[in-house]
C-alpha cells in the first residue's frame, strides 16, 4: 500500500501542540501566514504519495551499484529526484538571497516527516545537502556562496557531509585526514572517509562535499580539525563544470537497511590531493560544525517519526483486511477483521500514541529553531535558542527509539507476513535501525542532554519547559473531561518525576559525573516520555476548542493511551536513575568476570 | 567472533535458578545425577563453537535455494548436520526405548541455547523433530512408530509441522487441507501448507512431515482436525526408501532474516493426494498439537535466550576492542575502549541482565515439564504440569521479547559498524525478529497466559508460585548486604502489583474479557520481570552460598541491576493493565477516524 500524510494529525501538532500558531500570533514569524502550512503539506503529501513512496520498494530491492569510480542508484531514482527538485521542494526553508521558499523551519520539518515516510532513503539526500546549505551560508566566504550556494538550495547539486574515519566514529577529535596549504590559497586534502551518505551518486551533474580534516601543524583533538568545501567537479568561470577532483568512491557498504542510499567509502588523494577551499576560519571546523548540528539532528528525529507513521498506517490497513479469529461474543459464521481483537488495537493504538508524541516533539524543536533566528526580541530569540537545544537530543533519540518499537510493532501485526520481505513491513523495521546510530548515537544524544542541555544555566531552561507543561496539566484537570481517564494524574506525576530527576542528575553532573552518565538514556526516555505526554494532551485540549476538528474526542483517547502507557513510567525511569548508577557503574565485575 | 556457551551461568541458572538440584534433591528425577549436566554442556558447547558457529553467517549470506522441487541448503550445512547426528545430539531427550538418551528436557533445554545461539537457523531444525517425535509418541501407532521414530529420535530423518495455510495462521481451524479415507486404512491429503521450516532440504535421506488436514466429514473449526503422518519418500519393508510422496516444496520465502532455514511452501496432491497416516483419532488433531506445544513453545523461548546471549557475546567483545573517547578523569593521551563509558555498560548490562531472566524463566519451565512426567508423586506430577503450563507463555514471549531487545542493543553498542552486515550483529537483529511470531504470537502467549493459564483453578498456580517468589525476597532482605541495593525493596513492590493485577484480571477475565484482553501484553511483561528479578536474586543468594563459584557478588550485581531496570517497571506496568483498557477498547475512534 502507498503512504498518505496524515495532514489533519501533522496541522494539529504544529499549530498547537508544538505552538506555531501561538508564536506567529505573537508576531515571532514575522508576516509569516499560518495557513499557508496547509497548502504546502497537501502538496508534499501528494508528491510523496505519487513520486517517492512507489520507489520505496525498488530501492530496497535493487539497491546501488558502484563501478567504475561511480555509484548508480536504483531505477527511477535520478527522475524523481528531477521531478523533486523541479517542483522546489528541495528550496522550502532555504535562503532567499540563494533562491529559496524562506519558508520557517517547523513547514519544513513537517515535509521532511513525509520525505522520510514515503521514501526514507531518498529523502536522506536532501536532509544531507540542507546541513551543506547551513554550513556554507553560514561560515563560507562570498565567492564559495556566489558558486555553490544557489545550486545546493535548488538541489541541483547535493552536499555530502564527511566526518567520520575507521577510528574516528562518535570520537570525531581522533579524525587523521590531512589538508596542505597550496600556494593559490585553496588546500589538497588527503584520507579516507567511511560511512559517507551519498558520497556518490547518478542523481545530480556535481556533488559539494563538506570534509573535515587537519592541517600539519594542527593541534591534537577536535581543537585541530578544518572544514573544506571540496567539489566533485570543479566549476569554471562561467558555471559549466570542468574537470574531476580527487575524490572518488572507493567502496560501498552493504546494509541492514536503506539500501538505496549509498554510504561510500571515499578516497582522496589518488592523484596528488582533491582541492578543497576552507569554510570557516583554519582549526574552527567543529564549530561549523556545531552550527548545523541541531538542524540535522532534528532532520534524523524526523525520520524516526516518517518511518514510523509509514509502518503504522500499513500494518492498520493489514489488520483491518486480514481476518483471523473471532471478536468475543460474536455469532455466526466467518471470521473478523484482526483489528477486532483488543491485543491489536494496543499494538496499533501504541504505534500511533508514540509517533503522535514524537511528532510533536520534532514540530516543537523546529519552532523553538525557528523563534531563536526569526523574532525580533533578543530575549525571546535566547529563550527559543535554548528551548531548541534542549529538546534536539529529545528530538532526535525519542523519535528514532520509537521508529524502531513502532516499525517492530509493525512487524508483529502483520504476524508471520511481517517476516517476509514481500510484504513491506521488515523494510521499514530495518530502515528505521539506522536512525539511532547516525548524527550522534541516541546514546551521545542522552549525555548531551544530561552534560549539556540540562547543566545549562543550573537547569533554568528545563524549568521553563516544566513549568509551560504544568499549565497544560491543569488545563486537564480542570476540564473534568471523563474521556481523559487517569490522564491528568500520570502527567502530573511524570512533571514531579521529571523535576526530581533533573534535579537529582543536576548536582551529579558536577559532583559524580559517572552517576550522571549512568543515568542518561533512562532521562532522556522519561523526558520524552513526559513532554511528549503533555504535548498530546494539549493538542487534544485545543482540539476540543477548534471548530470544524471532526471528532476531538479522538485525539483525548490518544492522549490518554499516551498517558497510560507510555508516560505512566516515569517514576520507574526516575527510580532508574538515581538507584542504578551503582549497579552500571560496578558492571566492569559482572561484564569482566 | 565465535559463540562459547556460558557454562558456569547456564549452570548455575539450571541447578539454583530454576530449581534443578532441589528437584533432584526431592527425588522427582528418579536417579538421574545432576552432575552430568556440567559435562553434557561442556561437549555441546564445544560442537556449537566448533561445528555450527562457524556456519551461521555462511548460512544467511547463501541462504536455501529451491529448484527442480529440491531445496539445498548452505554450503557446510548436510555436513554438519551429520555430524550432529552422528554426536548424538539430536537424541539428548528422546526416549531411551527408540535409541534416545533419555536425558531430562531441562538438560535439553540448556543445550537448545546453545545451538540457538551458535546457529538458529540450524537449531530450529532440530526443534521441529523434536515436535514430531513427541507427537508421534505420544499419539501414534506402534507400527507407525516402529518405522519412524527411532529415525527421528537419531535425527537420521528429520521431521516438519504443518498447520499454516494462507488464511490460516493463528486461527489454526480455518484451514483448508483435504483428508479423503484410502480403502487400504490410509488417507490421501490434497492442499497447500505455507511457511513450513523445513518442509524440504538436503541434509536428511527422508523427511516425516506430520500435516493438518479436514476430514470431508469433519466438523467447523478445530473440533474437525486431524494430523497425518506424511513421510516425504516411503518406507519399504525392509527399512529401505521406497517411491517419493506427493508432497513438494513450491516455493521458499524470502525473508528478513533465518536465511539458512528454508521456509517452503508445501503443495500436497498434484499427483493424486499425499499418502498419509491418520496420528491419534479423526477430528482429533488439535489435541495432538497441544501435547508438544509446551514443549515446542519452550523450544522457541530459548531461541530468544541463545540468540540474546550471541549478542551479548558479541557486543562485549567489541565494546573491549572498539576504541573511541576517554574515560571521565583520564589523562594522557590516546582513547579507551568504550566499554569505559556508563552509557555501554548500560546497555552491556542491560543485555545480560535480560539474557539471564529469561534463561532462568525458560531452565524452570523445562524443570516443571519434567517433574511433571518423571515425580512418582501424581500430587507433585499435577503441580508441575501447572507451573509448566503457566510459565510455558512467560518462557516464550518474554525470552523472545528480550531477544529484539538485546539483539537490537548488540547492534548499537557497534555504533555505525552494527549496521553493516559484514559485523554480524544485524544477522542476530533479523534473526531474531521471528521467535515473536512463530508457534504462537507473543500477543497469543499474553493471551494464554490470562485467559487459560492465570484463570485455571482460580489463579491456584500464580498463588503458588508467587507465594515460592515472596521467600527469595525474604531472604535478599533478611541477607543485609548492601550490594543488593534496592533490589528487596523492588521484587517486593514487583509481587503485590503482580497479585494486585492478577486478582483484577482474574475477576475481568469472567466480566468483562476484553477488558482481561486489553492488559494481556503489559500483564505477561510484568509477569516476565517480577519473575526473572526473583528467579536471578535467587541465583545471587545461591551464588554466595557456594564453594568455588568464583565472585558471587557478580551475580549479586547482576540481579540487583534487573531488580532496579527492569522489575522496577512493574507498578507501572500494573496501572497500564488496569487503567488503560477504556482507551484500547475505544481505539476504534482513534484508529478508524
Chains 1, 2 share one sequence.
Not at 502507498?2 to 501542540?17: E, S
Amino acid at each position: 500500500m502507498t503512504y498518505r500524510a496524515p495532514i489533519n494529525d501533522m496541522l494539529l501538532a504544529l499549530n498547537h501542540g508544538a505552538g506555531l500558531q501561538a508564536a506567529v500570533k505573537a508576531g515571532h514569524y514575522g508576516d509569516f501566514d499560518s495557513d499557508i502550512a496547509a497548502a504546502v503539506l497537501e502538496e508534499a503529501g501528494r508528491f510523496a504519495s505519487e513520486v517517492l513512496a512507489p520507489l520505496n520498494r525498488i530501492g530496497d530491492e535493487n539497491g546501488i551499484k558502484l563501478a567504475d569510480n561511480k555509484v548508480t542508484t536504483a531505477p527511477g531514482w535520478p527522475d524523481a529526484y528531477r521531478r523533486w527538485t523541479a517542483a522546489g521542494w528541495n528550496a522550502v526553508s532555504g535562503p532567499e538571497a540563494f533562491g529559496g521558499q524562506g519558508l520557517p523551519l517547523a513547514i519544513n520539518a513537517a515535509c521532511t516527516e513525509i520525505w522520510s515516510a514515503s521514501n526514507i532513503a531518498f529523502g536522506l539526500c536532501p536532509l544531507l545537502t540542507l546541513s551543506a546549505i547551513e554550513a556554507l551560508a553560514a561560515h563560507g566566504r562570498e565567492e564559495l556562496k556566489k558558486i555553490y550556494l544557489e545550486k545546493l538550495v535548488s538541489g541541483e547539486w547535493t552536499g555530502t557531509m564527511q566526518l567520520t574515519e575507521p577510528q574516528a566514529g562518535s570520537d570525531v577529535g581522533a579524525l587523521r585526514s590531512r589538508a596542505e596549504r597550496a600556494p593559490d590559497g585553496s588546500y589538497r586534502i588527503t584520507g579516507t572517509k567511511i560511512f559517507i551518505t551519498y558520497g556518490d551518486h547518478d542523481m545530480t551533474d556535481n556533488i559539494v562535499h563538506f570534509v573535515l580534516a587537519r592541517l600539519p601543524d594542527a593541534p591534537a583533538g577536535t581543537k585541530g580539525i578544518s572544514l573544506f568545501l571540496i567539489p566533485k567537479f570543479f566549476v569554471n568561470a562561467d558555471g559549466s563544470l570542468g574537470k574531476r577532483n580527487d575524490i572518488y568512491p572507493s567502496g560501498v557498504e552493504h546494509k541492514l537497511g536503506m539500501h538505496a542510499s549509498p554510504t561510500c567509502t571515499m578516497t582522496m588523494g589518488d592523484n596528488g590531493g582533491a582541492v578543497g577551499y576552507l569554510i570557516g576560519e583554519e582549526n574552527r571546523g567543529m564549530q561549523c560544525m556545531f552550527t548545523m548540528m541541531n538542524q540535522a539532528r532534528l532532520g534524523v528525529g524526523l525520520e524516526g517519526v516518517g518511518i514510523a507513521d509509514r509502518a503504522y498506517q500499513q500494518a492498520l490497513a493489514f489488520a483491518q483486511e486480514r481476518r483471523q479469529g473471532r471478536a468475543i461474543g460474536k455469532k455466526g459464521d466467518g471470521s473478523d477483521p484482526i483489528i477486532v481483537h483488543p491485543d491489536v488495537k494496543r499494538m496499533l493504538m501504541q504505534m500511533r500514541a508514540l509517533t503522535a508524541a514524537a511528532r510533536t516533539i520534532c514540530y516543537a524543536t523546529a519552532v523553538a529553531l525557528d523563534v531563536s533566528v526569526r523574532a525580533a526580541d533578543p530575549k525571546v530569540r535566547s529563550l527559543a535558542a535554548a528551548r531548541g537545544a534542549l529538546l534536539t537530543p529529545i528530538a532526535k533519540a525519542f523519535s528514532t527509539d520509537i521508529g524502531s518499537e513502532v516499525t517492530s510493532l509493525g512487524v508483529q501485526v502483520h504476524g508471520g507476513m511481517g517476516f517476509i520481505e514481500e510484504t513491506g513491513a521488515a523494510q521499514h523495521y530495518r530502515d528505521a535501525r539506522i536512525t539511532s546510530i547516525y548524527e550522534g548515537t541516541n546514546g551521545i544524544q542522552s549525555i548531551d542532554l544530561v552534560t549539556r542541555k540540562l547543566a545549562a544555566n543550573g537547569g533554568e531552561s528545563v524549568w521553563a519547559l516544566l513549568a509551560e507543561l504544568t499549565e497544560i496539566v491543569i488545563r486537564v484537570e480542570t476540564s473534568n473531561d471523563p474521556a481523559f481517564g487517569t490522564t491528568g494524574a500520570r502527567l502530573r506525576d511524570a512533571l514531579m518525576s521529571l523535576d526530581r530527576t533533573s534535579r537529582w542528575l543536576l548536582e551529579r553532573v558536577a559532583s559524580a559525573p559517572n552517576e550522571a552518565l549512568a543515568g542518561a538514556t533512562p532521562y532522556l526516555r522519561l523526558f520524552g516520555s513526559t513532554v511528549g505526554g503533555c504535548m498530546l494532551a494539549g493538542e487534544a485540549l485545543a482540539a476540543r476548542d477548534l471548530e470544524g476538528a471532526g471528532d476531538p474526542e479522538r485525539y483525548v483517547m490518544l492522549a490518554r493511551f499516551f498517558a497510560e502507557n507510555i508516560t505512566v513510567q516515569a517514576g520507574s525511569l526516575e527510580r532508574t536513575v538515581m538507584d542504578s548508577a551503582e549497579a552500571v557503574n560496578g558492571a566492569d565485575a559482572v561484564l569482566l568476570a
